[in-house]
């Protein structure tokens, strides 16, 4: 795999050219190489982080506004569920 790696002049990992022999395994090897050095279609933005004092905020202004009624109902308890 690394002669192969070597030949197609990639410097990813080893494992995406394994993935890709086994999906290209009938294929020529152009179109392999191809495959291999095209650039992604999309891209992660990662885990969002949770904003825990926007949400703190949006709760205030909500009881200010009383409109947080749900606060105190009891039909809806995330402990319990």
Do not use: W
């Not at 993935?19 to 190489?33: A, D, G, N, Q």
């Not at 885990?47 to 109902?73: F, H, P, S």
């Amino acid at each position: 795999m690394i002669m192969l790696k070597l030949k197609a002049g990639y410097r990813g990992p080893l494992l995406t050219i394994k993935r890709l022999i086994h999906t290209c395994l009938y294929e020529p090897f152009t179109f392999f190489v191809q495959t291999l050095h095209r650039k992604p279609h999309h891209s992660s933005r990662g885990r969002r982080k949770v904003d825990y004092e926007r949400i703190y905020q949006k709760t205030v202004r909500q009881v200010l506004a009383g409109e947080a009624g749900y606060l105190n109902d009891v039909t809806y308890d995330p402990l319990v569920h």
